[in-house]
């Protein structure tokens, strides 16, 4: 059974940084495309930043590029997304995602197959 279980999110001022972290089990990271989405309310999920098993392929959306960085521990099993600078239009609930060890269209959540709960991250002006 795959579960992935999001953690770190929370309430905070705009340029401060937050560092999700999302634990899994029942998935290896060195075979499995991970990701981040976010969704705010009234809006479609959101794609935010995926990574590739081997690291080679990282990949962010355009308005976090420069921002926030994806890493994994794969000894840990743990996908982490440090969130730097954040301002008001980042407050969203964050989730976790898992793929397979192929996904063709990275940004699209219907190419994924695990999803977190999701976690929510608030950052007020």
């Known amino acids: 059974q795959v579960r992935l279980v999001e953690s770190g999110g929370g309430s905070v001022q705009a340029g401060d940084s937050l560092r999700l972290s999302c634990v899994t089990s029942?998935?290896?990271?060195?075979?499995?495309?991970m990701a981040w989405f976010r969704q705010a309310p009234g809006k479609e999920r959101e794609f935010v930043a995926a990574?590739?098993?081997?690291?080679?392929?990282?990949d962010y959306a355009a308005s976090v590029k420069d921002r926030f960085t994806i890493s994994k521990n794969n000894g840990k099993n743990t996908v982490t997304l440090q969130m730097n600078a954040l301002n008001p239009e980042d407050t969203a609930a964050y989730s976790c995602?898992?793929?397979?060890?192929?996904?063709?269209?990275?940004?699209?959540?219907?190419?994924?197959?695990?999803w977190g709960q999701g976690i929510q991250v608030t950052v007020s002006s």
């Open positions: 990574i590739s098993p081997s690291d080679v392929y990282i």
């Open positions: 995602a898992a793929g397979s060890n192929r996904i063709l269209h990275p940004r699209v959540p219907g190419d994924w197959l695990y």
């Open positions: 029942g998935i290896s990271l060195s075979t499995t495309y």
